[in-house]
């Protein structure tokens, strides 16, 4: 009885972080598709991805959106 109870419990528990996981992935898709259509600039596409504004912003995008192709 434990295990059912276990069991359930923890699908109910990653299927909301598998949904989260896929929105935040097609949000950072799309952020780095404008950066290199040249819709928005370096600083803005950092901060839109929760990057810091330090240093060479265009390459630490960059860097972070080569991931994702």
């Not at 949000?27 to 901060?47: L, P």
């Not at 839109?48 to 390459?59: E, F, I, N, P, Q």
């Amino acid at each position: 009885m434990k295990r059912i109870v276990l069991v359930a419990l923890s699908l109910s528990l990653i299927s909301p972080m598998a949904v989260n996981s896929d929105d935040r992935i097609y949000e950072t898709k799309n952020i780095c598709g404008r950066y290199y259509a040249v819709e928005i600039n370096g600083g803005d596409a950092a901060r839109s991805l929760g990057l810091k504004d330090s240093g060479r912003v265009s390459s630490r995008v960059e860097q972070y959106c080569n991931f994702f192709r």
